[in-house]
C-alpha cells in the first residue's frame, strides 16, 4: 500500500512510498522569506496535486494531528500549520484520497518507545536516534523533519501489521 506520511510544517518532512519498503524521508521547504502562510499552503497544494496527478499517487495519507492554536510555538507557526492542514484537507478530499491524523505523542511512542518527553527537543532528538537505529536516516542525517515523518510511515505500517514483520526480519528475537 503506497501512502504518503506528512510532518508538516514551513519545512516539512515527507515520506511517499510503499508501507512494506524502507522510507526515504525527504524534505519540502513551503516557507520562504517574504512569504506569507498563504503562500507557503497554495504551494503545497500544488505540490500535492503533483503527488496526487503522478503514477506514485498514495493510497492513504498519515499526519500528525494538528495542535490547538495555543499549543504552537507562535502565531505565524500556528497560522501556517492551520493553513497547511487545510490545503492538505481540500486537495486530499480533490482526489478522494483518506487522511489518517495521528496524535504526535502516538506515532512517537511507537517509533521511540516513549510518547512524551521533557522538552520538545528532547523529543526531536528521540526520533531522530530511532529513525538511525531502524536505518530510514544515516548515522549523520540529524534532520528530525525528516524523522517524525518517518515516525509517522513506521506508526502506519505497524497499525497495518507491516512494519512488525520487518522489524522481526531485521532484528531476530
Not at 500544488?46 to 492554536?69: H, K, Q
Request: proline share 4%; net charge positive.
Amino acid at each position: 500500500m503506497r501512502v504518503l506520511a506528512l510532518d508538516i510544517a514551513g519545512r516539512t518532512g515527507y515520506v511517499l512510498g510503499d508501507l512494506s519498503a524502507r522510507p526515504q524521508p525527504k524534505i519540502l521547504s513551503l516557507a520562504a522569506e517574504g512569504k506569507t502562510a498563504a503562500d507557503a499552503a497554495a504551494r503545497f497544494g500544488l505540490w500535492l496535486r503533483d503527488v496526487f496527478e503522478s503514477p506514485n499517487r498514495p493510497a492513504s495519507i498519515v499526519v500528525e494531528r494538528n495542535l490547538a492554536g495555543s499549543a504552537q510555538k507562535g502565531g505565524h507557526a500556528s497560522e501556517m500549520t492551520m493553513k497547511l492542514h487545510g490545503a492538505l484537507t481540500a486537495v486530499a478530499a480533490c482526489y478522494r484520497i483518506p487522511i489518517e491524523r495521528v496524535a504526535a505523542s502516538t506515532a512517537r511512542k511507537s517509533f521511540t518507545g516513549r510518547g512524551t518527553y521533557p522538552s520538545r527537543e528532547d523529543a526531536k532528538r528521540a526520533s531522530v536516534k530511532a529513525a538511525q537505529f531502524h536505518g530510514f536516516l544515516d548515522k549523520f542525517d540529524n534532520d528530525n523533519d525528516k524523522a517524525d515523518a518517518a515516525g509517522l510511515f513506521f506508526w502506519l505500517g505497524l497499525q497495518r501489521g507491516i512494519a512488525q514483520k520487518r522489524l522481526q526480519e531485521a532484528i531476530p528475537f
